[in-house]
């Protein structure tokens, strides 16, 4: 059981989960965005049950549609999260700035921050970026593990970094005030994208020293993303939490989290969960209703109120600071 005053403080403080799946969960299961399901991990129910006031959901192309279709795909997935935003417009809406996630804490509704995951729906065109800016998207994953044409993903093996319309992209994202996420880039990619020094942040990655997996940071990536004033995402993937994925637990992401915050500073790390797009969450860690678990554990294991405030969301809020309208 999860003491009173430990639930009390959890649902105080705001708590940010910097990625989910859940557009595609949506599109694929014809469920709805609010009420609760037996399908999926993410819905307003089962976040509100877990304390999330900011949330970011990720509107992902790939790997399921080849790179000329993506822009079209990525649009339906847009109007169909908006759409379901908009429905249920007294319990959350879209988070276009840091004056709006102000105002929509005070309103007691969820804060929606739009992302995309893989720049393919850019379709090398930087008019298109600022369309999906003017949407109301305010990050973007550069790749997802394969190339594009802005960078290699994590499983490319040819050595390349940014290209040149990926740099053009990361320049732009800076002005327009976006979050460049370095989740699932190639580690000279990654390295670029901190020589241009926009607003980072990894959404969804957890530290390779604990499980070497491709998609994983190296401590030398966790020291330069903190020099940087970026923020870590661990995900609660079974498969980048431990090398065997059977073992994965609420433990086991509290030890990445743990290993990120004395490697990088407990100031950047949060949380960034990939719900949705696994087909089972490690255990204590099911679905979105288990955030107070994990509030407790990192207690349980040494951190102490400001520690796990800047975890939960604030280190997020932080960044999200950087968002603007225009």
Known sequence: MIGEDILAFHHRVTVVDAHC?????LADTGRRLGPRSDQGQVDLDRLAEGGVDVQFFAVCTQPRIRPEGSLLLAVRL??????EIDSHATRVGVARS???LEALAVAGRLAAVLALEGGEPLQGDLAVLNAFHRLGVRAITLTWNLRNDLADGVMERSGSGLTGFGLEVVEEMKRLGMLVDVSHLCVRAFWDVLEREPPVIASHSAASALCPHPRNLTDDQLRGLAAQGGVVGVTFMPALIDSDP???DLDRVADHILHIAAVAGPEHVGLGSDF???GRGPRGLEDATCFPALTARLFERGLNHREVEGILGGNFLRALQQIREG
């Open 21 to 25: 799946d859940t557009v595609l969960s």
């Open 98 to 100: 840091a004056a709006d």
């Open 246 to 248: 059977a073992r994965a």
């Open 276 to 278: 949705d797009g696994m």
């Open 78 to 83: 847009l109007e169909r999260l908006l759409a």
